[in-house]
Structures are given as C-alpha cells and as structure tokens.
C-alpha cells in the first residue's frame, strides 16, 4: 500500500496498528465487497435505464413555486420512482417531512373507520406506535376508529404463518410489513422472505393491501419488495434513494389506485398529485436518487467492515460478518457505557462537519435510557450519512449506518476502533 494513504491515516489519528488491523480485515472482505459492487452495478443500471425511458432532461430541475401545476420535474420524477421499482405510480415529495409522515400518510390514506391494521412482523418502528395509536396520541388511527393488530414473531425472529393466518379477518384491510429491523434485535428480512409473507397473506385475502416499510432497505439487493408483491413501499429520502443529496422528503410506490389516496390525503381531496410545487429540491432529488446504488453499497460495505472487526475481536455483532446484508444497519454489542461512548466519539471525530465536537449521552425525549448520538452530516439527522447511537443500557449496543463513500466509512470505523484503544477498553495487541 502506497504509505502516502497511510501517513494520511496518521494525520487523521489513527495509528500504525489500527490501520495494520484494518487492512487485513479489508483484505479479507475482498470477495464479499466484490458482490456488492455487482448490487451496485446492476441497480446503477436501472437506476439509469428509467431516467432515460422516462426522457429525464435538464428542464426537470427548474425551480416551480405556488401550486406547482404542470411541475414537469416532479411529475417525471414521480415515474422515474415508479419504473424503477416497477409500480404502476409514485408519489416523491419535499412535503413528505420524514420517513414516519410518509408511512403515517400511506396508512392514513388507505385506511377508513372500522378497517383493521395488522403487522405480521411484531412491533414496528418506534415513531409508528404513535401514528397508529398503541401509545396514545393525537389524530393516531385508534381515534379514527381504526384497530390494530400484531402477530408476534417467533423465537427465531421469522413469521408465524398460524397466527397470522389467525389474525387475518373480514375487517383486515392492510398489511404493514417492516423490511429493516431498525432498532431492534430481530433480523431484516431479505426481500424474497417478504415474498413470500405476501404470498401467503394474499392466499388467505388476495384483496388485502400488503405495504413495506422500506426504510433503509432500497438498493441493498437487486430487487425490491415491490418486484415480490408488496402493493406500497414507502421510504425517506434522507435514508437510502436520496443518495446523501437531498435535503427532505419521503416516497410511496405502488397501485395507481392508493398512491391516489396518497395524494388526496396529503393535499386534498381533489387537488391529489396536481398541486405541490417542488420548490427548486428537484435536481437533489435526480441526483440523489442517481448516485443512491453506490452510496448504498458504500454503506453495507461499511457495516461488513465493522461487523468483521469487532466480531474479529471478539464483541457479538448484528448481523454477524459473513451474514447476507438487507439493509445498513450494524449493531455492535460493546458491553459497557463506555465502549458505547468510545465508539460513537470515535464516529463524530471522522465526520466532515462538526468534528470537533465531543458527543455526550443525553436524555432524550421518547427514550427510556440516556442516549449518545453522533452525526456529522450534511444534512440534519441523514442516516445515509455516517451516523451512530447508543442506548447506554445493557446490552451496552451501537447502530451504526451510512457513509456516502466506501473511504469515509472506513475511516470512521477505524476511528471508532481508535477511541475504544485509547480508552483503554481494548488492548493493543489484541490487534496482532
Ligand atoms: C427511519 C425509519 C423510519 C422512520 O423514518 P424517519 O425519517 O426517522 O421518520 C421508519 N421505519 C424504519 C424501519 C426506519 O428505519
């Protein structure tokens, strides 16, 4: 190796050790990192191919304001989303806050009183407790009358088909399956596992209406939940299809008929998909979602990195460093607080912005513990961006995620491995 990399390795804090230790890891990951590069291949393909089928040209980036009627841009993004997950329609939009409004927005859209929601895959993600009304809140789903059921998972974290044949019933209108395990212990499921949940909820109520919760899953495989059945997937576009680039936004794909209800609900009744200007985003949005299968694969390559070396020394690791990857989220069990606070000190110092900051844990609203968060990222809270938090409660874990570059990614896990040496948690020569 060129020992100009290294000597800017040392610049940037690491030492000969660490950088040693990487390498090797690096080295072994070859094959693997190689199979990723295909992913990436092939998605950059059809990410390519639909810009193209659908004539994407320069005037899609000029600026819409007011009603944004005839938003040229945003129209031919909208199906630029759709040919790449093959659904008949999409709805992308900057007025899509975040990940949890577009799933509010899907849910609430297609519900109506005394339908039945049912999640087949345990409890969901955290923010969606609220929007269904599990825990009590305003304009939840319970206070409009809708019921929610759950089918627990079993102990190996995979569907239980009885149960969920037994929760399935004449008032079941739609499925909510979560593809990534987010902050929890169970595993993400592959894209084909989702089929062939699908399959088998459509063989009790083919007229069922199956959504994935895609968050963090677009562009890990070759294919999406929507190749497999699913009738809407929804994301945020600060998570993967924005590619680090755009600055807000969610997405639903999926039947022509409830992306309309989509739109209907989050405009008007009426106006739909015909007003919403997009307010000069459009450009990031192209772009991001242009770049969003390498900087994915920048991502999952991150997280094998760091599954391999801490698994390499020794610590548990979710998933573990040879398992197939469907989403980009690594858990790292370090034991104690201060691993967890080592480690995420570590993330912020590779940042690009705010690196001088030291993360401390904190008490944040909507958690049970103190929480460290460290982010330096261009755009506030992005997840496609190197990021890491950590409850500090046993069993003492990081999630970690992102990093628009392989090399950024790498660093900020060296660096982490760094802060876990210098605090002594660690010894050196567990590195030989
Ligand atoms: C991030 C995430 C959400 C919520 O998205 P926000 O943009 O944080 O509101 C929902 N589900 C899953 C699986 C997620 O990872």
Redesign the pocket.
């Known amino acids: 190796m060129d020992n100009r990399v290294e000597t800017m390795y040392e610049k940037l804090g690491i030492s000969k050790e660490v950088f040693e230790f990487g390498r090797k890891i690096e080295e072994e990951l070859k094959p693997r990192f190689q199979k990723m590069d295909e992913i990436a291949e092939y998605n950059q393909l059809k990410v390519l191919h639909a810009m193209q089928d659908n004539r994407v040209n320069e005037s899609c980036f000029h600026y819409a304001s007011g009603y944004g009627y005839n938003d040229q841009g945003r129209d031919t993004l909208e199906q630029v989303y759709a040919s790449v997950f093959h659904t008949e329609a999409a709805l992308v939009r900057p007025q899509i806050t975040?990940?949890?409004?577009a799933?509010a927005l899907a849910l609430s859209a297609n519900l109506r009183p005394e339908d039945e929601l049912l999640s087949p895959v345990g409890k969901p993600?955290d923010?969606l407790e609220e929007v269904i009304g599990i825990r009590k809140s305003k304009g939840s789903l319970a206070e409009y009358g809708i019921t929610y059921r759950q089918v627990e998972l079993l102990d190996d974290g995979y569907f239980d088909y009885p149960a969920i044949r037994e929760a399935i019933n004449e008032r079941t209108k739609l499925v909510t399956i979560?593809r990534?395990k987010?902050y929890q212990t169970r595993p993400s499921y592959s894209v084909e596992k989702i089929g062939e949940l699908i399959s088998f909820i459509k063989g009790i109520k083919p007229d069922v209406i199956c959504m994935v919760?895609n968050?963090?899953g677009e562009f890990v495989e070759t294919i999406e939940p929507s190749d497999v059945g699913a009738d809407m997937i929804v994301g945020?576009l600060?998570?993967n299809p924005g590619g680090g680039l755009a600055p807000i936004g969610g997405y639903i794909a999926g039947k022509e008929e409830l992306i309309e209800n989509c739109a209907y609900r989050l405009t008007s009744p009426g106006l739909g998909k015909e007003v919403g200007a997009s307010l000069g985003v459009m450009q990031s949005f192209y772009q991001g979602f242009f770049l969003a299968p390498t900087v994915v694969s920048s991502a999952v390559k991150g997280a094998v990195f760091a599954a391999k070396i801490y698994e390499t020394l020794g610590y548990r690791v979710i998933p573990d460093g040879t398992e197939e990857r469907h989403d980009i989220i690594q858990a790292v069990e370090l034991g104690t607080p201060e691993g967890v606070i080592a480690f995420c000190q570590g993330i912020q110092a590779a940042a690009p912005v705010d690196s001088y900051v030291t993360p401390e844990p904190w008490a944040m609203p909507g958690y049970d513990s103190d929480v460290i968060m460290a982010a330096g990222a261009f755009v506030q809270g992005s997840?496609i961006e190197l990021s890491a938090d950590g409850p500090i409660k046993p069993p003492y874990a990081v999630y970690f995620q992102g990093g628009l570059t392989w090399p950024h990614a790498k660093l900020g896990i060296l660096k982490s491995l760094q802060g876990v040496i210098d605090a002594g948690i660690i010894g050196k020569e567990r590195l030989r």
């Open positions: 975040c990940g949890t409004h799933l993600y923010t979560q990534s987010g919760d968050c963090y945020s600060i998570k997840s």
